[in-house]
């Protein structure tokens, strides 16, 4: 012992302290990991080496176990996600995908509406019956002749197109065209798909610029519309394709109409009296020609109109609503032989029959 403090007494061993190392200790054995001496031997690996490659195999093969295990859960989940769980659990993506795409497509034929009516109207009617230019909705026409590259071309080139008429009134409406013409090309889409819109579907009329739903200053509803294609419709074994340029088919046999060519109207007289009701109850017409509708409203401060439909109830021509005293003149394309109804769109328990004979 010594009193000073953190030495040793003198001849006496120092006190061991720790850490200390540790003695060394044998390798485990690991002959049971390894091949034969003599195959270590040639691949100059020591035991402890061949040890380890056995630990890292091993280890590899849990990597390569949890990957596959991920991969299928991966797929499982992806193949519920497109197609939907089972028993209704979610839906399908694909559904839904197929889905935003009709939704997208109902929305341009109702813009296209808007862009036929702004654009278009004047000259082929407001139901495509014709006028100025040539009749559009026509199931014969948009069967084969006004397709979608067909319109796509003439909205592009104008109606120099159809007819080979550099005088042609058809301006060219593409903002592509040379000079450009008003329309871009979401709006040449719109048109197109308005004018391809099939009339077994309803649309509603929307206001051009805020898409609002236009409700009939009269009834207070919603307007609404029908495409003009008939996807059930399919042309008679013997019918003659449709003539490219549309004023041919305003000639007389062996002839050839200039694009500048008139069709020849027929004027029926239809007249709504003070009982609101129609006083001609039964019009006759020639099948497959044009004609027009000389409609007097004498019915004073009444609104009416004349509407002409098929058997199966889609409108052909939906005539302006004019107040009562008033008359005017509507354009109907030809109709095929047969009965239409005919009526008021304000006040439909006015009805009549034309049969184009």
């Known amino acids: 012992m010594t009193d000073t403090p953190g030495r040793e007494p003198e001849g006496h061993e120092p006190e061991q302290r720790l850490p200390v190392a540790r003695p060394g200790a044998d390798a485990a054995p690991v002959e049971r990991f390894t091949a034969a001496p003599s195959i270590r031997a040639a691949a100059g690996l020591t035991p402890e080496r061949s040890a380890q490659v056995v630990r890292q195999s091993a280890n590899a093969r849990w990597v390569g176990f949890l990957a596959v295990v991920v991969v299928v859960l ?40 808007n862009v036929y009516e702004a ?44 007819c080979g008429n550099p005088a042609s009134i058809m301006p060219a409406w593409s903002e592509e065209s040379n000079p450009p013409g008003p329309l ?26 805020l898409l609002d739903p236009k409700l009939d200053p009269v009834t207070g509803e919603v307007m609404t519309f029908r495409g003009w294609v008939d996807p059930s419709y399919t042309p008679e074994p013997e019918a003659t ?26 004027v029926v007289e239809i007249s709504a009296d003070s009982s609101t009701a129609f006083e001609q109850t039964e019009v006759t017409v020639s099948a497959d020609e044009p004609f027009q509708v000389h409609f007097k409203n004498d019915e004073a401060g009444v609104p009416h109109n004349v509407e002409i439909r098929d058997s199966a109830g889609t409108s052909l021509m939906r005539g302006d609503i004019i107040n009562g005293v008033a008359e005017i003149t509507y354009d109907v394309p030809a109709l095929s032989a047969g009965s239409y109804p005919f009526l008021c769109s304000v006040h439909p328990n006015m009805t009549g029959t034309i049969t184009a004979e």
């Open 241 to 266: 394709p449709y003539p490219a340029c549309w004023a041919d088919e305003f000639a007389s046999p062996g002839e050839t109409a200039g694009p500048s060519s008139p069709p020849a109207d027929t």
């Open 119 to 162: 654009n278009c109207a004047r000259c082929h009617g407001e139901q495509g019956e014709g006028g100025i230019g040539p009749v559009l909705n026509r199931q014969d026409k948009l069967f084969a002749h006004l397709n979608e590259a067909y319109l796509h071309n003439i909205l592009l080139v104008g109606g120099r197109y159809a």
């Open 184 to 209: 871009n090309y979401r709006q040449i889409e719109e048109l197109i798909a308005f004018l391809r819109a099939p009339n077994t579907d309803t649309y509603i009329v929307r206001d051009h610029e």
């Open 74 to 113: 991966f797929v499982a989940i992806y193949w519920f996600y497109e197609l939907g769980a089972p028993l209704g659990l979610s839906q399908p993506r694909l559904g839904a995908e197929g889905a935003e795409i009709a939704a997208q497509q109902v929305t341009a034929v109702e813009r296209g509406y």
